[in-house]
Nanobody, 129 residues
Framework: QIQVMESGGASVQSGGSLRLRCTVSGIRYDTTCMGWFRQAPGQAREAVST????????MYSDSVRGRFTISQDSPQNAGYLQMNSLKPEDSGIYYCATTMGPKSGIVCKTMDASRFAYWGQGTQVTVSA
């Protein structure tokens, strides 16, 4: 059974940094796409970033590009989201999601949440002004 777990959420002041960690237990595949998504109260879930383990190709939303960095640690079945220069609008619940298989590379490129098969419970990030 594949399980996804996030950690590292916290409350920080604007301009601060956080590092989120995502671990995936269960089956491991080289064709893994891992993504981070976030949801603020009253708003729709939005894609933040993805990384494709096979090629290390990364994707970012326009709102975080240049401030956030996604990385993978495939031997540990883990991934990270380094968040710098945080803003209050970055606040929300951050979810890690993963999917595997021959089409996962495309899923990573599209950052389409509906195509991710496995989700964590989320970790809260709060950025105060």
């Amino acid at each position: 059974q594949i399980q996804v777990m996030e950690s590292g959420g916290a409350s920080v002041q604007s301009g601060g940094s956080l590092r989120l960690r995502c671990t995936v237990s269960g089956i491991r595949y080289d064709t893994t796409c891992m993504g981070w998504f976030r949801q603020a109260p009253g708003q729709a879930r939005e894609a933040v970033s993805t990384v494709y383990f096979g090629s290390d190709e990364t994707m970012y939303s326009d709102s975080v590009r240049g401030r956030f960095t996604i990385s993978q640690d495939s031997p540990q079945n883990a991934g990270y989201l380094q968040m710098n220069s945080l803003k209050p609008e970055d606040s929300g619940i951050y979810y890690c999601a993963t999917t595997m298989g021959p089409k996962s590379g495309i899923v990573c490129k599209t950052m389409d949440a509906s195509r991710f098969a496995y989700w964590g419970q989320g970790t809260q990030v709060t950025v105060s002004a």
